[in-house]
């Protein structure tokens, strides 16, 4: 079956402007996370979906930050006033039910690039 | 708090060469512990991952670990490198109390010399 995709595969965009990066988990995964992987700072938790629950956001890095999960499937991450700080790749992951035990599948990421 | 550390940060080994990366977990209780590859360009593959029970799993790819309570560690293990391995390996930690996410180590970049 299909697996977790994202779009775009790599952004570059200029500082100060706003960026929307999509996710599309696994058909029929409840859970859905946002990692954000960079030099220096390795692979980061940034937020997580759990079906109609409120999002876990402890791993947003600033107010820039933002993500939302429409209808218990797609999410978008956005990034306003993007600063050069934000060049990652951004990897989304989604897994059937929340939990530690549960297996995270992983997308080829958005590769972000901040001029 | 929970926290992986790989200490090694590049690996070089020869192909059918045995293999073994490193991985350090601070945790308080139990921990989830898993280890994922990434090959250039792609996303993240689950290699392996231990919950319970017994200390040595067994993944894919040839692939092992054994978790070591009394050591904090889980190292990954392959008895033969074939150079299609080489790749960054990443070890991860979930907590029962944290919901399912995971904290990453560093990551260890293998290289394979034929």
Do not use: M
Request: charged fraction near 15%.
């Amino acid at each position: 079956g299909a697996g977790v995709s994202q779009s775009p595969s790599n952004k570059v965009t200029e500082k100060g402007k706003d960026v929307e990066l999509r996710c599309d988990p696994i058909s029929g995964h409840t859970a859905l996370y946002w990692y954000r992987q960079s030099l220096g700072q390795g692979l980061e938790f940034l937020i997580y979906f759990q079906g109609n629950s409120a999002p876990d956001k402890s791993g947003l890095p600033s107010d820039r930050f933002s993500a939302e999960r429409t209808g218990g499937s797609v999410s978008t991450l956005t990034i306003q006033r993007t600063q050069q700080e934000d060049s990652a790749v951004y990897l989304c992951a989604s897994s059937l039910v929340r939990g530690p035990q549960e297996t995270q599948y992983f997308g080829p990421g958005t590769r972000l690039l901040v001029l | 708090a929970q926290s992986v550390t790989q200490p090694d940060i590049h690996i070089t080994v020869s192909e059918g060469a045995s293999l073994e990366l490193r991985c350090n977990y601070s945790y308080g209780a139990t921990p989830y512990l898993f280890w994922y590859v990434q090959s250039p360009g792609q996303g993240l593959q689950l290699l392996l991952k231990y919950f319970s029970g017994d200390t040595l799993v067994q993944g894919i790819k040839g692939f092992e670990a054994e978790f070591k309570r009394s050591q904090s560690s889980f190292n990954l293990r392959k008895p033969s490198v074939h150079w299609s391995d080489a790749a960054e390996y990443f070890c991860a930690v979930g907590a029962s109390n944290q919901g399912g996410k995971l904290i990453f180590g560093q990551g260890t970049e293998l290289s394979v010399k034929p």
